[in-house]
């Protein structure tokens, strides 16, 4: 499987997303700047964690609005994989690739930490290498991932089985509704979450429980 | 033309600045504070004297740019 990364000034997290999908898929991404109107043909496009913009104005707000986040609309739009992690999912949601908003966290304070997920939706191309109901472990670092959604938009994101990672109860570390880290779109194609999967896939990361989602996205074993 | 834009998160939006505020306000020994909401102030220097173009124009930014229509309301106001 092909997969690119998305680069931008400000983030920081693109090396451990390129290592992680390299080592599992055993073949390393593009890489695409943000002034790129074009995105090769790739299985995957990842947009990493960092601080893009330096989070000027809201977080992702800038970078969303890059020529590469058209070319990533439309890809997404031909049933491109995408997936944010971090900003990553800041971005997307600023771009409209998905729905509601990333807040500031309810303790004010920026958490570095880790939590339990609770994996609720695992018919995803995705989440299928975990099962429904499965809680793993995964690190999160972050200033604002407290989500929210008006309550329209959040009734359909529920019904619709949009939410696909959730803190374990009692490891809400931003005061996030419904306990929400990760979501969807309707579509089964865009995903963006808070934690750092990639950051806790080798047994020198202290566990390898974010393993199973770039080996289930990569279509190979975990 | 000079023009102000405010942006302000949307009733039923939490705000845990808003709340900070207003707990450091009472430490600072201001009573009676009912709630503190925080937003933002863009002050936007346009060319030329169109006001009614002026102000599609900026409207139009606020849509694009300067809120987050998901959490946030804009106002615009020409100076």
């Known amino acids: 499987m092909k997969s690119a990364v998305v680069l931008l000034p400000g983030l920081n997290r693109d090396r451990d997303m390129i290592a992680a999908l390299t080592k599992i898929s055993g073949v390393e991404p593009q890489t695409v700047w943000q002034t790129d109107t074009e995105v090769p043909d790739v299985d995957l496009i990842v947009i990493p964690g960092g601080f893009s913009y330096g989070d ?6 800038i970078a969303a609005r890059m020529p590469v986040m058209q070319a990533i609309r439309e890809k997404a739009n031909k049933g491109v994989m995408v997936m944010g992690v971090c900003n990553g999912f800041q971005i997307l949601l600023e771009a409209g690739l998905l729905p509601g908003a990333l807040m500031r966290n309810a303790s004010l304070k920026f958490v570095c930490r880790q939590v339990k997920l609770e994996i ?3 018919n995803t191309p995705f989440t299928r290498g975990y099962s429904h109901g499965q809680i793993i472990s995964s690190p999160v670092a972050h200033h604002d991932g407290n989500y929210f959604a008006d309550a329209e938009t959040l009734a359909r994101v529920e019904g619709e089985g949009q939410v ?11 005061g996030s509704i419904n306990n929400i880290a990760g979501i969807i779109n309707k579509q089964g194609n865009v995903l963006g979450l808070m934690p750092h999967p990639e950051n806790l896939i080798e047994a020198a990361h202290g566990g390898t429980d974010g393993r199973a989602l770039f080996a289930g996205i990569l279509g190979v074993a975990a | 033309m000079k023009a102000r834009v405010t942006v302000t998160l949307k009733n039923g939006v939490l705000d845990p600045q808003g709340k900070a505020i207003v707990g450091a306000l009472g430490s600072l020994g201001f009573d009676g504070i009912g709630s503190v ?3 933002k102030v863009f002050d936007v220097e346009l060319d030329g004297s169109d006001k009614a173009g002026a102000e599609t124009k900026l409207k139009a930014m606020c849509e694009q740019l300067l809120a987050n229509t998901v959490i946030e309301d804009y106002s615009v106001e020409l100076l």
Do not use: S
């Not at chain 1, 000027?56 to 707000?61: I, V």
């Open chain 1, 56 to 61: 000027y104005l809201r977080c992702g707000a």
């Open chain 1, 120 to 122: 609720t939706n695992a």
């Open chain 2, 37 to 39: 909401r925080q937003g």
């Open chain 1, 164 to 174: 696909v990672f959730r803190y374990a109860e009692g490891t809400n570390p931003n």
